[in-house]
Antibody, heavy 118, light 109 residues
Framework: QVQLVQSGAEVKKPGASVKVSCKAS????????MHWVRQAPGQGLEWMGI????????SYAQKFQGRVTMTRDTSTSTVYMELSSLRSEDTAVYYC???????????WGQGTLVTVSS | SYVLTQPPSVSVAPGKTARITCGGNNIGSKSVHWYQQKPGQAPVLVIY???DRPSGIPERFSGSNSGNTATLTISRVEAGDEADYYC????????????FGGGTKLTVL
């Protein structure tokens, strides 16, 4: 069965960077796009960007351009999301989510809480 | 940027029907997808392509989409349906091309 297992919670200071991982299993890693979606405490869902695990191409929401980098390691079936220049507003749960169709998210990781606090 | 508008909350008695709306400009021309999120858990896809159910989702969950409103309908509501529900569309002209509604908290009375 498809599983997306994310790395553990992180606490970072403002201005630092965080790198969250998402290890996929149960399917052919390079056959499906992966997204990152975040959710601030008590708030809704916000799409951040997408990576094609096959070639590594990415596309980011303009809001995060210049601060986010998504990468993948095909040898371990893992995608990564790095967010830099962290501020308190980046405190959120970060999810990886696989799309089967381009349009929706069929499988989600368990989420990684990133707390930005001085 | 495309905007999806959901009511913040909907309340329904057990066994009744809950309807959660998602408003957007000519949303009927797009495909709408719905997610259920329980506290402390990741979202779960419950409806895709307006009205299709993924495997494992009860038939009590259904969807429709026309004009400026898409609707998620939950029949014979159970206590376990209490959750936040989000609609989502793909809009190629938006910066956030995968756009979510603000979410609706379903309370089972």
């Amino acid at each position: 069965q498809v599983q997306l297992v994310q790395s553990g919670a992180e606490v970072k200071k403002p201005g630092a960077s965080v790198k969250v991982s998402c290890k996929a299993s149960g399917y052919t890693f390079t056959s499906y796009y992966m997204h990152w979606v975040r959710q601030a405490p008590g708030q809704g869902l916000e799409w951040m960007g997408i990576i094609n695990p096959s070639g590594g191409s990415t596309s980011y929401a303009q809001k995060f351009q210049g601060r986010v980098t998504m990468t993948r390691d095909t040898s371990t079936s893992t995608v990564y999301m790095e967010l830099s220049s962290l501020r308190s507003e980046d405190t959120a749960v970060y999810y990886c989510a696989r799309s089967s169709s381009l349009e929706w998210f069929e499988y989600w990781g368990q989420g990684t809480l990133v707390t930005v606090s001085s | 940027s495309y905007v999806l508008t959901q009511p913040p909350s909907v309340s329904v008695a057990p066994g009744k029907t809950a309807r959660i709306t998602c408003g957007g400009n000519n949303i009927g021309s797009k495909s709408v997808h719905w997610y259920q999120q329980k506290p402390g858990q990741a979202p779960v896809l419950v409806i895709y392509y307006d009205s299709d159910r993924p495997s494992g989702i009860p038939e009590r969950f259904s969807g429709s989409n026309s004009g400026n409103t898409a609707t998620l309908t939950i029949s014979r509501v159970e206590a376990g349906d209490e959750a936040d529900y989000y609609c989502q569309v793909w809009d190629s002209s938006s910066d956030h091309r995968w756009v979510f509604g603000g979410g609706t908290k379903l309370t089972v009375l």
